[in-house]
């Protein structure tokens, strides 16, 4: 599940997480946007429910120097041990420049320099050198973890996907639908040992379609129209699709970009219906080949914003413990 949930105060979330281990949930994984942090959330997890396994995904590789994101990233590790996964990836211009004033140039580099140092960092190597896009001097961890996490890469295109499976222990999928997930896998090739194929999937737990549906569009014109992410689904085959999305948005048209999203990009892209059809959806990404299925919940009318019991009784229903049970 990805954390924070809901409007719940992190100071509350204690029997959040609880709830979720209960629900038979492995897994926390934290983003970083413009909530809360990538670490704090985890590292509350890793404190009050030692029974889940933790993951950023993502932490952006510019907006920390390579030494504050390894220290971050060793804190962590040595909190939870062996339970600690890093993520991190390119994020995008607006994260990147607009709100951190940082210039966005060669994502696939810095990535690829970021995780080079940090495979070395968190084994406790003192770092010294020039790389593509930066240089180090001289840095070594003052406490490298005992168990070094396992870092994965943000991947959307075959450079990144093929970077990930070169040199990662993982990757990590976002805004793509099941059916999308082969041609994605196809693109990793031959991989490292105990590769994970981790994947976030929006999930709007609620029988009411028109308002998932609404609820979508808003949330792919704001994400499907940042060139990465329109870059992406035209090389999955959706221009067709989106250009119109796409073309009116350019245009300023917001309302016209919302109108042109076709409901069949709606529902493949975010998972809707009873919580119970949400889990067979999930399975799907499962049977398509991610290993890891990271539910990203999104609001519905049925589940009050903040009310954590409601959250709770909703979260036992989507969990994979639900799934045996029905079974």
Known sequence: MTVPLGAIPLADHAAMYAALADAGFTDVWSAEVNGADAFTPLTLAAAWQPRLRLGTAI?????????L??????????VAPGRFALGIGAS????????????FTEPLRRTRD????????????????DFDTFAVRRFTLERPPLVPPPLLLAA???????????EADGVILNWLAATDVPRAVAELGER???????????????????????????????????????????WLGREEALEGM??????????????????????ALIVHGSPERCRAEVRRYTEAGVQ????????????????????????????????????
């Open 59 to 67: 932490a952006p590789v510019f907006t920390r120097g390579p030494g």
């Open 69 to 78: 994101l390894a220290m971050s990233a060793a804190a962590l590790a040595d």
């Open 92 to 103: 995008s211009p607006v994260v990147v420049t607009d709100w951190n004033a940082v210039e």
């Open 114 to 129: 970021v995780l080079a140092f940090l495979r070395a960092a968190l084994r406790g190597e003192t770092v010294d050198g």
């Open 156 to 166: 959307l295109r075959p450079g990144m996907l093929r970077l990930a499976a070169a």
């Open 192 to 234: 490292r040992p105990q590769f994970d194929v981790v994947a976030r999937i929006f999930v709007c737990p609620t029988e009411d379609v028109d308002y998932a549906r609404a609820l979508g569009r808003r949330m792919i014109t704001s994400y499907l129209t940042v060139p990465a992410y329109a870059a992406f689904h035209r």
């Open 246 to 267: 796409w073309r009116a948005w350019t245009a300023g048209d917001r309302r016209g970009a919302l109108a042109a999203v076709p409901d069949e990009v709606v529902d």
């Open 292 to 327: 890891v299925p990271v539910l990203a919940l999104l609001p519905t009318p049925e589940v009050p914003a903040g009310d954590p019991a409601a959250l709770a009784t909703l979260v036992a229903r989507l969990g994979p413990d639900a799934g045996a049970e029905a079974a």
